[in-house]
């Protein structure tokens, strides 16, 4: 089983930046892929970014050149640093792990989410 704490978020001014942590646990050497996704109310989720074990990155196209993805494999987390944030960006953000179960079948684990903030 996988456990995922997402941390840093909050409230930041347009233009500023924001590093969002997030730490797993568990069986993290199943996991292949991390990632960000995020959530503002009324809209359904959507990819910010993931990354795989072997530093191959993707990011969604509203973020391309402003967010960036990182991963500590021996600190067993993902990192997202946020650059030029807009009140856009404001949005519940969701850390995601893709990794194998007990079973061995492919699975996707979510944190709790962190909340960002961008506001004047």
């Known amino acids: 089983q996988v456990q995922l704490v997402e941390s840093g978020g909050g409230l930041v001014q347009p233009g500023g930046t924001l590093r969002l942590s997030c730490a797993a646990s568990?069986?993290?050497?199943?996991?292949?892929?991390m990632g960000w996704y995020r959530q503002a109310p009324g809209k359904q989720r959507e990819l910010v970014a993931h990354i795989t074990s072997d530093n191959e990155t993707q990011y969604g196209d509203s973020v391309k050149g402003r967010f960036t993805i990182s991963r500590d494999s021996a600190k067993n987390a993902v990192y997202r640093q946020m650059n030029r944030l807009d009140p856009e960006d404001t949005a519940m953000y969701y850390c995601?792990?893709?990794?194998?179960?007990?079973?061995?079948?492919?699975?996707?684990?979510w944190g709790e989410g962190t909340q960002v903030t961008v506001s004047s």
């Open positions: 995601s792990g893709v990794g194998r179960n007990s079973e061995l079948a492919i699975t996707v684990y």
């Open positions: 568990g069986n993290v050497f199943t996991i292949k892929t």
